[in-house]
């Protein structure tokens, strides 16, 4: 498999990831602390369900998602993954196609600050 398709599948997976899954903390945390100015929905459970499912969604989708997508976690290193081998998916070293430590920084902070921005812009538009 093609060093540059791995790093693409990789980071749009983890950048989409970080995104659902931190609109979901976003969320539990803006209403347990009563800030109304970060919920995506004007109720409070609402915005708690949905940070809830935000949560659980984004990360259960980052690694299940070897069970239904072609990459470098097969059994003859492209592939699909099984249950079996499902615990090694995502353990792909750096030179091997994965993400370097300081790529997985900067794209977690891009994509945190992206779902704290459509956090306050959804808070915006119900008040």
Do not use: K
Not at 47 to 55: H, M, R
């Amino acid at each position: 498999m093609d060093r540059l398709a791995v790093f693409g599948l990789f980071t749009w997976q983890y950048l989409l990831m970080v995104y659902v899954a931190g609109l979901g903390v976003i969320q539990l945390a803006a209403v347990r602390s009563g800030r109304r100015h970060l919920w995506v929905f004007p109720h409070r459970r609402l915005s708690a369900l949905l940070g809830l499912a935000l949560v659980g969604v984004g990360v259960a989708s980052f690694f299940l998602e070897p069970l239904w997508t072609t990459g470098p976690w097969g059994p003859l290193g492209v592939g699909r993954a099984t249950w079996a081998t499902l615990e090694t998916a995502r353990n792909v070293n750096d030179l091997n196609g994965g993400l370097a430590g300081y790529w997985q920084a900067l794209y977690f902070s891009v994509a945190f600050l992206a779902a704290a921005f459509t956090a306050r812009a959804a808070g915006r538009l119900h008040r």
